[in-house]
Each structure stands twice: as structure tokens, then as C-alpha cells.
């Protein structure tokens, strides 16, 4: 009978200090828990007040006031319109005068050279190509270029 005493001792022991233990533990995450909530506050009221800047700041009459103090906008003019026909042509003779020579580049004759056949792979870019495929998937989806039939 003192045997099964004994026996009972350290296991009330043993289940004391894990109570103890617990029990801090779950304060400790409840004043996590608080601390978090106090911050889901603070954030709520700071994007509260930058949602009322950014309304303020992108008020159409405070915009049209500075586009017209700073980039003397305003409203569009007769004299700001134009025929198609009267806008210069890209690549005009206005940028090179039609005396001056055109130079020659040699590098427009080269055509790209593309590999039609494919080479066997290294077992490291191979093992290199699995271990991104697996930890980054969103990474080497948009790496990789699509094949398309």
C-alpha cells in the first residue's frame, strides 16, 4: 500500500507544475492576444485617416487648381487643335537632313540564330529546376516561358 503512495506522489507533482507551466503559457498568449487587438485598433484608425487624406488629395477642384497653377492647364483652345495632316511624320527628314548619307550598320544583316536541337541536361540544373518548381511555384510558373501550341 506505501508503494502505491509513493507511486501517486510524483505524478501529482509531475501534473502540478504542468498545470503551472500551462497556466503561464495561456497568460502569456492571452496578453499576445491583447496586444495584437490593441494593434488591429491602431491600424484600423491610421487607414481611417490615410483614406481621408487620399480623398482629400484627389479632390477634382483641388487637382484642376494645381494643374492650372503648376502645369498652366486649362481648358482646350482653338489654337490647340490640330488637323492629322499638319503633325509631322515619324521618322521625317526633320530629325536627318536628306543631303547627309545613311550609314550602313552592319549588325541589320545578322539574323538571330535560334538552337533547334536540345542538349541533355546536367543532373544538377535538372535537380536545380525541381527544387525551385517545388519551393517556388508562383516563381518558376512566371520564369519559365509558356508553350503554346
Known sequence: MRAVTLMWIPLAIGVGVSMFLLKY???AL???LVAKQAQVVRDRAAIRVLEAEWTYLNDPERLRELSAQYLEFGPPAVANIADIGTLPMKG???TA???A???HNPLDDVKPQ???ELRNP???SVTFARLQRLLFPTAAA???PAVQP
Open 92 to 94: 521625317a527628314s526633320e
Open 142 to 144: 512566371t520564369s519559365s
Open 114 to 116: 535560334y538552337q533547334t
Open 25 to 27: 503559457k495561456v497568460q
Open 101 to 103: 548619307p545613311v550609314k
Open 122 to 124: 546536367s543532373i544538377v
Open 97 to 99: 537632313p536628306e543631303s
Open 30 to 32: 492571452e496578453d499576445e
